[in-house]
């Protein structure tokens, strides 16, 4: 593999995430590259009514508190990294998570991608799908899967 310049780690702000962005901070600090967090918000999804139906204004809400949450959470990893003497920027980004992480990578001509893994296997894993499974088969570069702890 040739120098990385480049990592992307995407982050869901889990338990399985932080093992990854230790890790990714840990390879930009070795490589002197620059780290670039991505978040991907997934649409706001009206689950509390009964009907389905979500007044226009309270989705707007809690799509905006969403936001804010997510971008405080950002700005708390890229400090971190910051203070371990590493070069990052961050995105929050909106759509369908391992699509928009892969956009990223290529978009930004990531030399690796670093994503945690939940560990989950057999019907939990179907059920739920595994968003690093579906990022590391269409990824155009590398993927270094950390499972959490």
Same mark, same amino acid.
């Given at each position: 593999? &040739? ?10 702000? &889990?338990r399985?995430?932080?093992?990854a ?22 649409p706001? +999804? ?27 959470h950002?700005?708390k990893?890229?400090?971190?990294a910051?203070? &371990?003497?590493?070069?990052v ?19 930004r001509?990531?030399?690796? +991608?670093?994503i ?14 595994? +968003? ?8 155009p ?9």
């Open positions: 593999m &040739s120098r990385i310049r480049t990592i992307v780690h995407p982050t869901d702000f &889990s399985a995430s932080t093992a962005f230790k890790r990714a901070v840990e390879m930009a600090k070795d490589n002197r590259a620059q780290l670039l967090l991505v978040h991907v918000l997934a706001v +999804v009206a689950t509390m009514m009964p009907d389905g139906y979500v007044p226009p204004n309270l989705y707007e809400e809690m799509e905006a508190a969403a936001r804010a949450d997510a971008q405080k950002l700005r990893l890229e400090d971190q910051k203070r &371990s003497g590493v070069r920027k961050s995105f929050l980004l909106d759509g369908v998570a391992h699509e928009r992480i892969v956009q990223a990578a290529r978009s001509k990531a030399d690796v +991608v670093v945690g893994t939940h560990g989950r296997t057999g019907f939990a894993r179907f059920f739920l799908g595994s +968003v690093a499974s579906r990022v590391l088969a269409i990824a570069c590398p993927v270094l899967t950390v499972r959490g702890k």
